[in-house]
């Protein structure tokens, strides 16, 4: 004679780890696309130094002050590139035989925590790093005893191109930070407020936040990099997301979301982004 046991099924749901996007402390959002898919920026010359000719003007000039010489003023435009969307339907009884645990307002927070949100910091960090104006000339893997070396080394990349010294951010890969531990070379101040640990700062290191980024949200190779917000515009024009309640054809819900996204690295701002990783190919 056969026994059946009896199975259990819990309302409860295995979650994916993931975590909230971290990308705010390392770009900024100064330029405002309401209104328009494209926004164009101005940038300005300047005047060269020169002797003032106490005496008179010199030869072929007519100014004391040197050669008259007009400023150039050409934009630079950004244009939105990323529209992208998602859509599911939950069936009225798949919601209500699964304990409600198809709930459609707990499934779109699954999708932005799950999906959304790490497109949208990895297409911003591969951004940052493709269009980084500061790179090591020669590329070598990173050791415990070289990495604070190399972090120095793009600390003084941003100080010869005049990146403000506060709000530096030093993003790394679990990986680095690894090396970083073991650098006998590094002390890092871990007394951080709970409000900079939301955002994934585990230290400060030679007055930079050092934030901590899963590698899966981070390109290829990725080793370390050090950025500036004001080089990196990271708009997000679009957040629009719908629940409808049996629409025609469906017995049930139908979810929609569309994000509309970018990011750009400013041209006279790259500098303030320094990129340590492994190159393409190798």
Same mark, same amino acid.
């Given at each position: 004679?056969?026994?059946?046991?009896?199975?259990?099924?819990?309302?409860?749901?295995?979650?994916?780890?993931?975590?909230?996007?971290?990308?705010?402390?390392?770009?900024?959002?100064?330029?405002?696309?309401?209104?328009?898919?494209?926004?164009?920026?101005?940038?300005?010359?300047?005047?060269?130094?020169?002797?003032?000719?106490?005496?008179?003007?010199?030869?072929?000039?007519?100014?004391?002050?040197?050669?008259?010489?007009?400023?150039?003023?050409? +934009?630079?435009?950004?244009?939105?590139?990323? %529209?992208?969307?998602?859509?599911? $339907? /939950?069936?009225? !009884? &798949?919601?209500?035989?699964?304990?409600?645990?198809?709930?459609?307002?707990?499934?779109?927070?699954?999708?932005?925590?799950?999906?959304?949100?790490?497109?949208?910091?990895?297409?911003?960090?591969?951004?940052?790093?493709?269009?980084?104006?500061?790179?090591?000339?020669?590329?070598?893997?990173?050791?415990?005893?070289?990495?604070?070396?190399?972090?120095?080394?793009?600390?003084?990349a941003l100080d010869d191109a005049q990146?403000?010294?506060?709000?530096?951010?030093?993003v790394v890969t679990p990986a680095t930070?690894?090396?970083?531990?073991?650098?006998?070379?590094? +002390?890092?101040?871990?007394?951080?407020?709970? %409000?900079?640990?939301?955002?994934? $700062? /585990?230290?400060? !290191? &030679?007055?930079?936040?050092?934030?901590?980024?899963?590698?899966s949200r981070l390109p290829v190779g990725?080793?370390?990099?050090?950025?500036?917000?004001?080089?990196?515009?990271?708009?997000?024009?679009?957040?629009?997301?719908?629940?409808?309640?049996?629409?025609?054809?469906?017995?049930?819900?139908?979810?929609?979301?569309?994000?509309?996204?970018?990011?750009?690295?400013?041209?006279?701002?790259?500098?303030?982004?320094?990129?340590?990783?492994?190159?393409?190919?190798?």
């Amino acid at each position: 004679m056969s026994i059946e046991l009896v199975e259990k099924f819990l309302p409860y749901v295995d979650e994916q780890f993931s975590t909230e996007s971290k990308k705010a402390m390392v770009t900024n959002q100064d330029f405002d696309w309401e209104g328009a898919h494209s926004v164009r920026v101005y940038k300005i010359s300047t005047s060269q130094m020169n002797d003032y000719g106490r005496d008179g003007p010199a030869q072929g000039q007519w100014s004391r002050y040197g050669e008259v010489a007009p400023l150039s003023a050409t +934009t630079e435009r950004m244009a939105l590139r990323r %529209d992208r969307s998602f859509t599911f $339907v /939950i069936d009225k !009884l &798949d919601q209500d035989e699964t304990a409600q645990q198809l709930a459609a307002a707990s499934a779109l927070a699954r999708q932005n925590r799950e999906v959304t949100i790490p497109e949208i910091d990895a297409y911003t960090y591969n951004v940052m790093c493709s269009n980084a104006g500061g790179k090591p000339e020669t590329y070598k893997a990173l050791t415990a005893t070289t990495i604070y070396e190399a972090i120095l080394a793009a600390s003084q990349a941003l100080d010869d191109a005049q990146v403000p010294e506060t709000e530096r951010v030093l993003v790394v890969t679990p990986a680095t930070y690894a090396l970083m531990k073991k650098c006998k070379d590094i +002390t890092m101040e871990t007394d951080v407020g709970n %409000d900079l640990r939301l955002n994934g $700062v /585990i230290g400060r !290191l &030679d007055g930079m936040d050092v934030q901590k980024i899963p590698a899966s949200r981070l390109p290829v190779g990725f080793e370390f990099m050090v950025a500036h917000p004001c080089a990196t515009v990271a708009p997000v024009k679009l957040e629009d997301f719908s629940i409808h309640r049996n629409p025609p054809g469906i017995s049930g819900t139908l979810v929609e979301g569309r994000v509309v996204y970018d990011a750009f690295v400013l041209e006279n701002k790259a500098k303030g982004i320094y990129y340590y990783g492994q190159p393409t190919g190798e």
